[in-house]
């Protein structure tokens, strides 16, 4: 696990790089447009449809009761749009995570390469096409699980411990692809992600429970109309910066590992390049 702190520590010093900051810019743009134009015309859709629902079936009397059960029953007049955001943030976050891999993860991987992994040979064993691929068949294994771990939240701890675990799962398998694709063949990043399975999930672990500070924020926004435009935005701007800091820690944590793989010396520091 010393690599797993070593590379945190890189990568918190890397994420106030002023590049690093920059690069937060655009995947935050694109989501910013594509969020703000779905839900200015699926939004109130959304939740109309809800509505309805929950009245043809008369699922706010069950739905009352059983946030009463679990002591959040002033919820109760909110659960229909509570629901809508929750249906929301699971594509929220994969369209961030699609954005990561086409605009930030190469610039992260030759910014972190290029200084501190020189020694290592780009075997391009990954491609964009293969990123966007990885990220949508695991987001579809995720929501499958996603959906049958829904009771759980009738028990809050035993549910926060599985979700933690399906982030992490989510996070380590999209981001430990992006880390590894420039450099490692197939073989090879099929060889670290097997060998490092675990410590690749206690970083997708951690990184998904630092994401859940924007989830809360962004479900926050049910309680107040006026400002949702602007927490969302807010909530938007955090996934990407968090998700960044999760890029430079698995590239790190990666990248090393790849060097342990071929026998090569580990992570050191060269002279600043202009990348």
Not at 193 to 201: D, H
Not at 207 to 219: F, K, Q, R, T
Not at 242 to 263: D, H, M, N, P, V
């Amino acid at each position: 696990m010393r690599n797993v702190f070593n590379s945190y520590g890189r990568a918190f010093l890397s994420q106030l790089h002023g590049k690093m900051l920059l690069l937060s810019v655009l995947p935050f743009l694109l989501s910013l447009v594509l969020w703000g134009a779905l839900l200015w015309v699926g939004l109130q859709p959304l939740i109309d449809n809800l509505h309805a629902l929950f009245t043809d079936h008369d699922f706010f009397h069950a739905s009352g009761q059983i946030l009463a059960m679990v002591g959040l029953g002033m919820l109760k007049t909110v659960v229909v749009p509570l629901i809508a955001m929750f249906l929301l943030l699971p594509l929220m976050i994969l369209t961030a995570l699609i954005f990561m891999g086409l605009f930030a993860m190469p610039v992260i991987s030759r910014h972190v390469g290029g200084r501190h992994f020189p020694q290592l040979e780009k075997k391009h064993g990954g491609s964009l096409l293969g990123s966007v691929g990885t990220a949508l068949a695991t987001f579809v294994i995720f929501i499958l699980a996603w959906l049958v771990l829904l009771p759980l939240y009738v028990f809050p701890p035993a549910a926060l411990v599985a979700q933690a675990v399906l982030w992490g799962w989510l996070t380590y398998r999209v981001m430990a692809y992006d880390a590894l694709a420039d450099y490692a063949t197939t073989e090879e990043r099929q060889a670290v992600t097997r060998a490092r399975r675990w410590p690749l999930l206690a970083i997708g672990m951690v990184s998904g429970a630092a994401g859940s500070v924007p989830g809360l924020l962004w479900m926050g926004g049910v309680m107040s109309v006026v400002f949702f435009p602007f927490i969302a935005a807010f909530a938007i701007w955090l996934y990407v910066l968090i998700f960044i800091f999760t890029g430079l820690w698995f590239q790190y944590y990666c990248l090393e590992a790849l060097s342990a793989l071929r026998g090569l010396r580990g992570m050191r520091d060269v002279a600043p390049a202009d990348l």
